[in-house]
């Protein structure tokens, strides 16, 4: 019998696996999945294709004998296997013959405690990964050490960089976004305001005559494109490009900004007292100080925004903050952090699947 935390795990991991497929969750490179010791044993393993996974055995697992069998079954199979937050001992060689990858634990050994275990792993076959990499100089220091694959906040957020950036830009957006918010706006007053910016014009232009849509007559006019887009696409669409400045920036960033607005928009029925304009916007401007590079508090402080829009960016205070929270937390892979917000995780799983697709629409239009 599994238990039913694991059994929880696993039917999250099952659906958006086969829900969602392996290819839209990470293109062509593979997927690691935790397999805690009674999802191993139950034989559940095969439903996951071999050659796109990965299985982490947990730092908790038991190596009885029956377990060996079984790794040595799956490792027949064609799945590689990797051991996560592995501590070594010589008691432990014989397992690291039946594995793929070593996870060693950047922040809890520190770079003076892996040099050791790095050497003895180094002896076998296998492959090392450095997780909870968090600054440039441990990631330096394990490349150098010679791991082969990396992961951490150091990799996942992108780094802050020192800067200045004229308010044009922000004054902008939000004149933008208040436009295309108003119910009575027409399409002219939207159009006026992306017309000046003749890239972001070429992009809206491209998106709208793109094979997404199967048009046989080609839209000449930013006019035209915001008719046929409708003014809450194109009130994102603008929003995106606005915030980075259409500057080199890579477009990762600008998804990071989208999937924490639609997330928290979609998450709008736990703020009734909210609209889901401010939802999005909470998210999307939560990114602020990854695509300007400036600290957020400086950055959102002058802006014209309601003080319960800014007390959420900045301290995650209040309904809107709780929710922005869980958003980041799930971005982050941190499920403990979103069970603290009091979201249930399936909530905010649901919202991030609803997303996916939007999302996937902006990460072509921004890769061409």
Not at 204 to 218: D, G, I, K
Request: one cysteine or more.
């Amino acid at each position: 019998m599994i238990a039913s935390g694991s059994q929880a795990t696993f039917q999250v991991i099952m659906n958006a696996l086969f829900d969602q497929g392996l290819d839209r969750i990470a293109g062509n490179v593979p997927v690691f999945i935790n397999m805690p010791q009674g999802l191993i044993m139950e034989q559940l393993a095969e439903i996951l294709p071999a050659d796109r996974c990965v299985l982490e055995i947990l730092e908790d697992v038991v190596f009885r004998d029956d377990l060996l069998d079984r790794l040595a079954q799956l490792r027949a199979a064609g799945y590689r296997l990797a051991l996560d937050d592995f501590v070594y001992r010589e008691d432990k060689d014989p397992i690291l013959e039946m594995v793929d990858i070593v996870k060693l634990d950047v922040l809890a050994l520190k770079p003076a405690g892996l040099v050791e275990p790095v050497k003895r792993i180094r002896r076998h076959k296998v492959g090392l990964l450095a997780e909870k990499i968090e600054t440039q100089s441990e990631f330096q220091f394990c490349r150098d050490l010679g791991f082969d694959y990396f992961q951490g906040y150091f990799l996942s957020r992108p780094e802050i960089l020192p800067g200045k950036r004229t308010p044009v830009d922000l004054a902008t957006l939000i004149m933008v976004l208040e436009k295309c918010r108003d119910p009575q706006v027409d399409v002219q007053a939207i159009a006026n305001l992306i017309s000046p910016n003749a890239a972001l014009s070429y992009r809206l232009l491209q998106y709208a005559n793109s094979a997404f849509h199967n048009r046989r007559v080609e839209i000449m006019s930013v006019d035209e494109a915001v008719v046929f887009l409708g003014t809450e696409f194109v009130c994102r669409i603008a929003t995106l490009f606005l915030l980075a400045g259409l500057t080199a920036r890579p477009s990762y960033c600008l998804l990071i900004a989208l999937q924490r607005a639609l997330v928290c928009e979609l998450l709008s029925s736990a703020a009734p007292a909210f609209d889901k304009g401010e939802l999005y916007l909470v998210g999307l401007l939560s990114a602020l100080d990854i695509l300007l590079g400036q600290p957020l508090d400086e950055v959102i402080s002058p802006l014209p925004l309601a003080q319960e829009v800014k007390s959420a960016i900045i301290t995650r205070g209040g309904p809107l903050g709780g929710i922005l929270s869980a958003a980041i937390a799930h971005q982050e892979g941190d499920w403990q952090k979103v069970a603290g917000t009091g979201l249930p995780l399936h909530d905010v799983n649901q919202a991030y699947w609803q997303a996916v697709p939007r999302i996937e629409e902006f990460h072509a239009l921004l890769d061409r």
